[in-house]
């Protein structure tokens, strides 16, 4: 039902941006609440941040927070996720994800859809 395209990885250095973007089909995207998760070498895969179906609720991880901004575009069925000032420890792949969730914290909910992920490293 939820198709996800992650775009936008590459080699930056220490300090740079990077703007990762979600391209999703269908026509309930508006209906999903959206996620940014990443994994790491050797790492278990962490939350980075998740806004919710409505747009209401936004969350971040804390090593993020001030630095990355999550935005959901409905019109445009996508996701985007603003990285400033990347620090070498954002090294991962950077999963999108997708939620049917409707109650409780998005952060404890079951990810439906994922994409194939988009690598981002981090040079110092």
């Known amino acids: 039902q939820v198709q996800l395209v992650e775009s936008g990885g590459g080699l930056v250095q220490a300090g740079d941006s990077l703007r990762l973007s979600c391209a999703a089909s269908?026509?309930?995207?508006?209906?999903?609440?959206m996620g940014w998760f990443r994994q790491a070498p050797g790492k278990e895969r962490e939350f980075v941040a998740i806004i919710n179906w409505s747009g209401v609720n936004i969350y971040y991880t804390d090593s993020v927070k001030g630095r990355f901004t999550i935005s959901k575009d409905n019109a445009k069925n996508s996701v985007v996720l603003q990285m400033n000032t990347l620090k070498p420890e954002d090294t991962a792949v950077y999963y999108c994800a997708a939620s049917g969730g409707r109650n409780g914290d998005p952060r404890m909910w079951k990810y439906e859809y994922w994409g194939q992920g988009t690598q981002v490293t981090v040079s110092s």
């Open positions: 269908g026509r309930t995207f508006s209906r999903y609440t």
